[in-house]
Protein backbone atom coordinates (compact mmCIF):
# COMPACT_ATOMS: atom_id res chain seq x y z
CA UNK A 1 0.00 0.00 0.00
CA UNK A 2 1.56 3.50 -1.19
CA UNK A 3 0.55 6.53 1.30
CA UNK A 4 0.04 10.23 0.09
CA UNK A 5 2.82 12.06 -0.75
CA UNK A 6 3.35 13.92 1.90
CA UNK A 7 4.88 16.91 0.49
CA UNK A 8 1.69 17.37 -1.68
CA UNK A 9 -1.17 16.85 0.65
CA UNK A 10 -3.38 19.71 0.74
CA UNK A 11 -4.91 21.34 4.18
CA UNK A 12 -8.03 18.95 3.54
CA UNK A 13 -6.59 15.76 3.77
CA UNK A 14 -4.08 16.28 6.46
CA UNK A 15 -7.24 17.81 8.22
CA UNK A 16 -8.97 14.54 7.41
CA UNK A 17 -6.09 12.44 8.00
CA UNK A 18 -5.11 13.88 11.55
CA UNK A 19 -9.12 13.85 12.41
CA UNK A 20 -9.07 9.97 11.46
CA UNK A 21 -6.11 9.65 14.16
CA UNK A 22 -7.77 11.91 16.66
CA UNK A 23 -10.79 9.58 16.72
CA UNK A 24 -9.23 6.67 16.87
CA UNK A 25 -6.51 7.56 20.17
CA UNK A 26 -9.67 9.11 21.75
CA UNK A 27 -11.79 6.38 20.47
CA UNK A 28 -14.66 8.90 19.93
CA UNK A 29 -15.79 8.78 16.10
CA UNK A 30 -17.73 12.36 16.63
CA UNK A 31 -14.59 13.62 17.36
CA UNK A 32 -14.12 17.10 15.27
CA UNK A 33 -10.74 19.23 15.45
CA UNK A 34 -10.57 22.76 15.47
CA UNK A 35 -7.56 24.88 15.37
CA UNK A 36 -7.69 26.23 18.65
CA UNK A 37 -8.96 22.94 20.42
CA UNK A 38 -6.82 21.93 23.22
CA UNK A 39 -5.83 19.11 25.38
CA UNK A 40 -8.21 20.85 28.31
CA UNK A 41 -11.10 20.56 25.99
CA UNK A 42 -11.23 16.85 25.46
CA UNK A 43 -11.49 14.99 28.29
CA UNK A 44 -9.90 11.93 27.48
CA UNK A 45 -6.77 13.96 26.88
CA UNK A 46 -3.83 13.51 29.25
CA UNK A 47 -0.53 12.78 29.34
CA UNK A 48 -0.54 9.12 28.65
CA UNK A 49 -3.20 9.73 26.02
CA UNK A 50 -0.70 12.86 24.64
CA UNK A 51 2.08 10.34 24.06
CA UNK A 52 0.01 7.95 22.19
CA UNK A 53 -1.51 10.81 20.41
CA UNK A 54 2.21 12.05 19.15
CA UNK A 55 2.97 8.67 18.30
CA UNK A 56 0.40 7.79 16.18
CA UNK A 57 0.37 10.93 14.17
CA UNK A 58 4.48 10.26 13.88
CA UNK A 59 3.84 6.95 11.88
CA UNK A 60 0.92 8.15 9.74
CA UNK A 61 2.53 11.41 8.63
CA UNK A 62 6.15 9.73 8.68
CA UNK A 63 8.04 12.51 10.94
CA UNK A 64 9.67 12.75 13.96
CA UNK A 65 8.98 15.45 16.55
CA UNK A 66 11.39 16.54 19.09
CA UNK A 67 10.32 16.85 22.41
CA UNK A 68 10.99 20.97 22.45
CA UNK A 69 8.66 21.04 19.01
CA UNK A 70 5.86 18.54 20.78
CA UNK A 71 6.36 20.91 24.42
CA UNK A 72 5.85 24.01 22.44
CA UNK A 73 2.45 23.27 20.87
CA UNK A 74 -0.77 24.99 22.29
CA UNK A 75 -3.11 23.86 20.28
CA UNK A 76 -4.62 21.72 17.47
CA UNK A 77 -3.70 24.55 14.93
CA UNK A 78 -0.27 24.46 16.34
CA UNK A 79 -0.16 20.42 15.62
CA UNK A 80 -1.36 21.49 11.69
CA UNK A 81 1.44 23.78 11.21
CA UNK A 82 4.32 21.48 12.60
CA UNK A 83 3.31 18.47 10.48
CA UNK A 84 2.92 21.07 7.71
CA UNK A 85 6.74 22.00 8.23
CA UNK A 86 7.75 18.40 8.66
CA UNK A 87 6.06 17.21 5.75
CA UNK A 88 6.10 20.30 2.96
Same mark, same amino acid.
Given at each position: ???? +????? #? #???? +?? !???G??? *???? *????Q?? *??????????? #?????????????????????????? !?? +???? *??????? +????
Amino acid at each position: MTGP +RYGTM #D #DTQL +RS !QLTGIFQ *DVFG *DSALQLQ *DDMTAGEVEEW #DSLTHINLIVAIEKSFRVKFTTGEVS !QL +RNVG *DLIALIR +RKTG
